[in-house]
């Protein structure tokens, strides 16, 4: 596609409940990123995947959040029995090779709401 | 402390005024620097992109670099309402992981 794309672009659960969120990057885009944006924050760093593999998942909160990138292209963030401080917008973003030099692109965002 | 401090907003102008918008940070290893703009509801899109220390420009817009004083300032010239955006300062380590830690954010409005 032209850009990276997020579904669903809203989401609101109860808490407890399971999520699934959809990131497409951009079609020959290596690297992949999740980042997490608070209201009112810079997005933080969730994770990072460079083909099929996470290199990096130092920024996931805990355990009840998961992501998989299984063909090296779409990627899902899973996060389980949802609290009310997950509430955010979750945003996605690829980029050519993941280096330092190769530019970011992000998507418009999932914003979840947990009620 | 944070690693990236941004200076809090937010920041109202008029139309054709000087912005100056400016960031500092603590670990020495990030060599790559970046502003972003954001739109409500909306997905960062790079702006400026700079490497080490010094300056670029890009029309209206100049970023500066001072990594001996760990300082980072976004410059914006005959500013305009369609600048009116959060502004995100982002920087990274160099390696093959690009991972963004980015500022706070400070919300510009330009006035008419």
């Known amino acids: 596609g032209a850009g990276v794309s997020q579904t669903p672009s809203n989401k609101v659960t109860e808490k407890g409940k399971y999520v699934e969120l959809r990131c497409d990057p951009i079609?020959?885009?290596?690297?992949l990123y999740w980042y997490r944006q608070s209201l009112g924050q810079g997005p933080e760093f969730l994770i990072y995947f460079q083909g099929t593999g996470a290199a990096d998942d130092s920024g996931l909160p805990n355990d009840r959040f998961f992501a998989v990138r299984p063909e090296g292209s779409v990627s899902t963030l899973k996060i389980q029995r949802t609290e009310r401080g997950d509430s955010a917008v979750y945003l996605c973003?690829?980029?050519?090779?993941?280096?330092?030099?190769?530019?970011?692109?992000f998507g418009q965002g999932t914003r979840l709401t947990v009620v | 402390q944070k690693e990236v401090e941004q200076d809090p907003g937010p920041l109202s102008v008029p139309e054709g005024a000087i912005v100056s918008l400016n960031c500092t940070y603590s670990n020495s290893a990030f060599q790559y620097f970046m502003w972003y703009r954001q739109y409500s509801r909306k997905g960062p899109e790079l702006l400026m992109y700079?490497?080490?220390?010094g300056n670029k420009e890009d029309g209206r817009f100049t970023a500066q670099v001072d990594k001996s004083s760990k300082y980072i300032s976004l410059f914006i010239r005959d500013s305009q309402p369609s600048d009116s955006a959060t502004y995100l300062c982002?920087?990274?380590?160099?390696?093959?992981?690009?991972?963004?830690?980015f500022g706070k954010g400070i919300t510009l409005s330009v006035r008419p």
């Open positions: 982002a920087m990274s380590e160099s390696g093959a992981n690009s991972k963004l830690t």
């Open positions: 973003a690829s980029s050519l090779t993941g280096g330092a030099n190769s530019q970011a692109f």
């Open positions: 079609s020959g885009h290596t690297a």
């Open positions: 700079t490497y080490s220390s």
